[in-house]
T-cell receptor
Framework: QKEVEQNSGPLSVPEGAIASLNCTYS??????FFWYRQYSGKSPELIMS????GDKEDGRFTAQLNKASQYVSLLIRDSQPSDSATYLC??????????FGKGNQVVVIP | DGGITQSPKYLFRKEGQNVTLSCEQN?????MYWYRQDPGQGLRLIYY???????QKGDIAEGYSVSREKKESFPLTVTSAQKNPTAFYLC????????????????FGDGTRLSIL
């Protein structure tokens, strides 16, 4: 089982709609969870971090964490063309290493 | 401005040649990391260092070497033993050096694209 798994395939959403991204992880002891945005040809940029069960909102972004089910999700409300990017889920394990998923490409259609 | 500087942005390697990628940070972070990203793939950890003069192998260390002589600097050498070096190389740093600060995120430099001539 891969450490961090993200849904495969690009996600196309109309402008103004909600984009929903999911991520599951295998290490039940993981405590820190991050979402990075990566534009094509650029480096990853941290957009959200979450450490406790529940929701965390920051602007148009909401991260949701469920440790019992071992998943973390990211919602992008009112999607804009500038949100078109690849979103990487990252999970920090007890050895302080980050494990990354392969990413979800989001395409916002004007 | 505080940040992580990687150089060069683009690098070409001849067969049999070693090349060194530079990574410098002025964030006063203890931990530094090197990742490799191939098209359509996630990030894979090459080496990491949690403190000066110490570093550990990541998941794909073969064909690479690093040093950590200064807190600010963590250069990566891609040796001739790395037969498939073409990739996007990313350096990151974070504040934590121990599990006490395990919630600290990693921040990335702009990356170096390495290709074979």
């Amino acid at each position: 089982q891969k450490e961090v798994e993200q849904n495969s395939g690009p996600l196309s959403v109309p402008e103004g709609a909600i984009a929903s991204l999911n991520c599951t992880y295998s290490d039940r002891g993981s405590q820190s969870f991050f979402w990075y945005r990566q534009y094509s040809g650029k480096s990853p940029e941290l957009i959200m971090s979450i450490y406790s069960n529940g929701d965390k909102e920051d602007g148009r972004f909401t991260a949701q964490l469920n440790k019992a089910s071992q998943y973390v999700s990211l919602l992008i409300r009112d999607s804009q063309p500038s949100d078109s990017a690849t979103y990487l889920c990252a999970v920090k394990s007890g050895n302080n290493r980050l494990a990354f998923g392969k990413g979800n490409q989001v395409v916002v259609i004007p | 401005d505080g940040g992580i500087t990687q150089s060069p942005k683009y690098l070409f390697r001849k067969e049999g040649q070693n090349v060194t990628l530079s990574c410098e940070q002025n964030l006063n972070h203890d931990a530094m990391y090197w990742y490799r990203q191939d098209p359509g793939q996630g990030l894979r950890l090459i080496y990491y260092s949690q403190i000066v003069n110490d570093f550990q192998k990541g998941d794909i260390a073969e064909g690479y070497s690093v040093s950590r002589e200064k807190k600010e600097s963590f250069p990566l050498t891609v040796t001739s033993a790395q037969k498939n070096p073409t990739a996007f190389y990313l350096c990151a740093s974070s504040r934590d050096s121990t599990a006490l600060y395990s919630n600290q995120p990693q921040h990335f430099g702009d990356g170096t694209r390495l290709s074979i001539l």
